[in-house]
């Protein structure tokens, strides 16, 4: 026993794991793919998870806690906005401003939650991760006076990377939610850029943060924080964001700026679906996947036609998702098999999966970009279409509009990706993608783990102050609505030109 005590003690390194509070509110199940494998990481390597999310996992895991937040949506739905010609930024000036707000303050009344801010002496965290810009939930990293890290699962908004300190150039970067800037340039859509990001930006970025200190004011009317911004610039000390080289423009960054895309993909598994298992291996003449994500439910019964006239007659079967149950009144080609959920990354890993017709999104990207699958791509708003003319411009994806596509067109290219130059394209993708030194994955853990180290350099004081905000102010509103009457303007004289 002595013998066993000598060497448990010389060889055996004890750790201890931090406590961390994880706060996933954006209610779109992409989004929790990211934060889902950073937690389970997180806990393999010995630290204690709080989580809470919109949707639920089973982590299988005794050092992760999760609660379940209300998965508050958006009152327009993103598909209806594209369908409406809304482009990017009039759809997020109109509802996804508003909906994050909203949403924030609905999951604040979860009563876990509540019990966290509200009895802190019964808790003790060491660090606070979330993704969210200037929302409330960043008020408890004050209250545990514990470090901030955001994870987003998109590329940030110009805004956010010029408060971050990351390089923000008009024409070089354009805001992910306008149309993206193709080809040479012209002095109409400079122009445009220069006024979307230093004049439209700007009063919406006031607006974001306003909006959010005016919910932490009334949720907080009795206690002493500084403002959200101060609390920002004070405990935010980690960004990471799910994007690489090949998914977005490069720019020059600070150095706790960190890029771990692909984080979520993991090895191929055996698809559990046995009627999608036996309907891809007996597809010798080829597969094409179709996914929109959870917006495919909401397909209008007029573009379902449109994509089945087109695949009736393709030489190929098709895997689709989408709710049959809508849809059922219908007739279905024999070559194409209808499903609500989608084992999607295992799908298009299996070797008779030709092309995959999607909406841009940038998770399902990642995995086709990892299974070497090249894409038709129609994307729908928010930063899709930033993310397709990445993938256009690397030669791995053809774009059609959703609104304008044909049968002809849609046939087109689909034949066009299957050419022997898209999949090459492709497989140079994945290596620049995967070749470096660290994984992604180990990268973000490391970092966290370092910031963990050394937290006690990176925290703050307590605030002595009282929050407060003069409610009479109408600054910003007179701007505010200055701003939205430009900005018809200018879609005014977009639509000239």
């Known amino acids: 026993m002595l013998i066993i005590l000598i060497v448990f003690t010389v060889f055996v390194r004890i750790s201890f ?72 930024f009039e759809y997020y000036v109109k509802h996804e401003l508003q909906y994050h707000h909203d949403a924030a303050e609905s999951q604040f009344e979860n009563i876990k939650l509540q019990e966290l801010y ?10 606070l991760i979330v993704e969210c810009n200037f929302c409330m939930f960043i008020v408890l990293a004050e209250i545990y006076n514990c470090p901030l890290v955001s994870v987003f699962s ?3 908004l110009n805004f956010f990377h010029e408060y971050i300190g990351n390089y923000v150039h008009d024409t070089i970067h354009p ?82 700026y960190h890029q771990i895309a692909f984080i979520h993909v993991e090895p191929s598994k055996s698809i559990e679906d046995l009627r999608i298992k036996k309907f891809l291996d007996d597809a010798e003449e080829g597969v094409i996947v179709l996914s929109f994500g959870s917006i495919a439910n909401d397909f209008p019964e ?43 990354s295992d799908i298009l890993a299996h070797p008779n999966v030709k092309v995959l017709v999607g909406h841009g999104g940038l998770k399902t990207i990642e995995e086709a970009i990892d299974r070497e699958v090249p894409m038709v791509l129609m994307p729908i708003n928010l930063d899709q279409p930033f993310n397709t003319f990445f993938q256009v411009r690397h030669e791995i994806a053809v774009e059609l509009d959703l609104n304008t596509f044909t049968k002809e067109s849609l046939t087109n290219a689909i034949m066009e990706v299957m050419k022997p130059s898209y999949k090459e394209n492709i497989q140079k993708v994945k290596l620049l993608a995967y070749d470096k030194m660290s994984t992604s994955l180990g990268e973000a853990v ?4 370092y910031l963990l180290k050394h937290k006690e350099k990176f925290t703050y004081q307590r605030y002595e102050g009282k929050c407060s905000i003069d409610r009479s102010d109408l600054f910003y509103d007179f701007f505010w609505m200055i701003g939205k009457f430009l900005l018809l303007i200018v879609h005014a004289v977009n639509y000239l030109l």
């Open 175 to 256: 805001e992910i939610i306008i149309p993206a800037i193709h080809g040479e340039v012209s002095f109409v859509e400079r122009l445009m850029s220069l006024i979307n990001q230093h004049f439209f930006a700007k009063i919406f970025r006031a607006r974001d943060i306003r909006l959010s200190q005016y919910q932490f004011y009334r949720k907080f009317p009795n206690f002493s924080f500084p403002p959200l911004m101060d609390i920002v610039g004070n405990r935010a000390k980690m960004y990471f964001t799910d994007t690489s080289a090949m998914t977005t423009n490069i720019r020059p960054i600070v150095p706790n």
């Open 302 to 344: 007029i573009l379902f036609n449109k994509f089945c006239k087109t695949f009736q007659d393709l030489p190929f079967k098709v895997i689709w998702k989408a709710d049959y149950d809508k849809f059922k009144h219908l007739v279905i080609q024999s070559n194409i098999l209808i499903s609500k959920w989608l084992q999607l």
């Open 154 to 156: 998109a590329e940030p």
């Open 118 to 127: 509200l009895h802190p002496e019964n808790y003790n965290f060491d660090l």
């Open 446 to 449: 490391e970092n966290i783990e």
């Open 17 to 88: 794991g931090a406590n961390i509070l994880y706060i996933q509110s954006v209610a779109y199940y992409s989004h929790q793919l990211t934060h889902f494998k950073l937690i389970e990481v997180l806990a393999l390597k010995g630290h204690n998870l709080t989580v809470f999310s919109t949707h639920y996992k089973n982590f299988n895991n005794s050092n992760i806690m999760q609660y379940v937040i209300g998965a508050v949506h958006p009152k327009s739905r993103i598909l209806e906005s594209k369908l409406d010609e809304m482009n990017g």
